[in-house]
């Protein structure tokens, strides 16, 4: 059984940054693209980076430039560094993970398999 547990928000002022970590067990993390979205108040949820098997990597127009995904299939993690934090950053940010060994990163909600039980991320302004 698949379970990804992430860590690593809180609340922090606008302009810091802030590295999120999704811990994934019961899977062959290095076949997965992995992938983090966020919600937030009153909002669907909403794609904000992916990474597949061989590093390949795509981010939401809003975030590009400014956060970074990267995994380490030896300790079955991925990492969103968040830099350059804004106040509409301010989400639950969820780890998810697809068994797509053969696929380029994924950017649809629907084509992951696995979801954590998220991370609270506040940016004061």
């Known amino acids: 059984q698949v379970q990804l547990v992430e860590s690593g928000g809180g609340l922090v002022q606008a302009g810091v940054s802030l590295r999120l970590s999704c811990a994934a067990s019961?899977?062959?993390?290095?076949?997965?693209?992995m992938g983090w979205f966020r919600q937030a108040p009153g909002k669907e949820r909403a794609f904000v980076a992916a990474?597949?098997?061989?590093?390949?990597?795509s981010y939401a127009d809003s975030v590009k430039g400014r956060f970074a995904i990267s995994r380490d299939n030896a300790k079955n993690t991925v990492y969103l560094q968040m830099n350059s934090l804004k106040p509409e950053d301010t989400a639950v940010y969820y780890c998810?993970?697809?068994?797509?060994?053969?696929?380029?990163?994924?950017?649809?909600?629907?084509?992951?398999?696995?979801w954590g039980q998220g991370t609270q991320v506040i940016v004061s302004s």
């Open positions: 990474i597949s098997r061989r590093d390949g990597t």
């Open positions: 019961g899977l062959t993390f290095s076949r997965y693209v």
């Open positions: 998810a993970a697809a068994n797509r060994p053969y696929s380029g990163p994924l950017v649809g909600s629907t084509e992951y398999d696995s």
